[in-house]
């Protein structure tokens, strides 16, 4: 897997962007949001909700999602 591929994509807020910062705890690890205030709309996420889904499976266990193998 191509390392561009599992990069969290970039946000540029509009120079107008009231944003805010959301720390939640998630187990024994956070997610933390880029809030828009204005909309509630979440703008960035990390981890992405897919890696969360995936770290809620029972077979799920760490490392699975990163290649070593060059």
């Known amino acids: ?3 561009a591929e ?3 994509p970039a946000y ?3 120079p107008s962007a009231d944003l805010r910062l959301v ?3 998630h187990g024994s690890s956070y997610v933390y949001k880029t809030i828009d205030r204005r909309t509630g709309e979440i703008v960035s996420q ?3 909700e ?3 889904k995936m770290m809620s499976e ?3 266990t760490a490392g699975v999602v990163i290649s ?3």
């Open 46 to 48: 990390y981890p992405v």
């Open 50 to 52: 897919e890696i969360l």
């Open 6 to 8: 599992l990069s969290v």
């Open 58 to 60: 029972q077979r799920y």
């Open 12 to 14: 540029t807020p509009a």
């Open 23 to 25: 720390i939640e705890p």
């Open 1 to 3: 897997m191509d390392r």
């Open 68 to 70: 070593t193998i060059a």
